[in-house]
């Protein structure tokens, strides 16, 4: 790949681009052009800020191998993601390491669904763009709390046959949630060889309760608590087929029929006093104690 003057200028981890997606909602972009060079569907990165930053998991949303930067969409809703957030264009950031993880497993299953809720689009997208161009035919339903959070909506028509939208509150597309529209459709006699689940686990586990009597193949793309995302630490373990799996060397995605959702949502939970803490100390003005400032 030729270098550009443009490139020339960067500094590896450095922020060339910000976009305030919604209310809630940002993207950055980096220059990172080993990890773009590399990235696949599926695949993360992890971030460390600061010096004294803690380092957080983040799904690739998408690359540019020509221009060797790598997309991130995020919400503030912890202190990393605020840290992460108020980061400026130019800026750079400490360490980001990866692509981690294991690509997901794409090939021409025939018609397959992508079922996305929330942020889980960001993730979704590239898996629906790869799908679509292994030649298959691509059923999208996305799901929002409402109209306004709805990201990537262009991106995900382009890549997709069919796009259904659900919201919690009945501003965009059908009232209810993903499921709902799944069930719809395979009542409808669509004839799905394969759904994508992305999003909250308990959006996961119904759709894998959904596609189980069916037997129709469901992968889910897990978030669990992860640390050092390389299966030192055992921070990401999550029970597959009761048997226990690190979401960052096995996964990120696993057979939805055999995760363990119930175990994945209390584990999630293990840090929610702390994380609200940090997270209200830090937007009132105050300072983070938790690295010994």
């Not at 021409?108 to 763009?129: E, Q, S």
């Not at 921070?235 to 060397?249: G, H, L, S, W, Y």
Request: glycine letters at 8%.
């Amino acid at each position: 790949m030729a270098e550009t003057t443009l490139q020339k200028t960067l500094r590896v981890n450095q922020v060339v681009e910000k976009e305030q997606l919604n209310s809630v909602t940002k993207k950055i972009t980096i220059y990172a052009p080993d990890i773009a060079a590399k990235a696949h569907a599926g695949q993360f990165v992890i971030f460390k800020t600061h010096q004294d930053s803690e380092r957080i998991p983040l799904t690739l949303s998408s690359w540019d191998k020509e221009k060797g930067t790598i997309s991130h969409i995020f919400q503030e809703v912890g202190y990393s993601t605020i840290e992460l957030g108020h980061l400026k264009v130019g800026q750079r950031i400490l360490n980001v390491a990866g692509p981690l993880g294991n690509p997901s497993e794409i090939k021409n299953y025939g018609t397959a669904a992508v079922v996305c809720g929330g942020l889980g689009t960001a993730v979704a997208y590239p898996v629906a763009k790869a799908l679509k161009e292994a030649g298959n035919k691509v059923i999208s339903i996305m799901g929002a709390r409402s109209a306004e959070l709805f990201i990537l909506e262009k991106e995900m028509k382009a890549v997709s046959d069919e796009v259904f939208f659900t919201s919690d509150d009945g501003t965009k597309g059908k009232k209810g949630f993903v499921s709902d529209v799944l069930k719809d459709l395979i009542a409808k006699n669509y004839n799905f060889n394969i759904v994508f689940a992305i999003g909250p686990p308990i959006m996961m586990s119904v759709i894998a309760d959904i596609t189980r009597p069916y037997g129709i193949k469901t992968i889910a793309s897990l978030n669990p608590i992860m640390v050092d995302g390389m299966g030192m630490c055992g921070a990401c373990r999550v029970t597959i087929d009761n048997k226990t799996q690190f979401a960052c060397v096995d996964g990120p995605e696993f057979d939805a029929h055999k995760v363990n959702f119930k175990e994945l949502m209390q584990r999630l939970k293990s840090y929610c006093d702390e994380e609200k803490h940090i997270t209200a100390t830090v937007k009132n003005g105050g300072e983070c104690k938790c690295h010994g400032h």
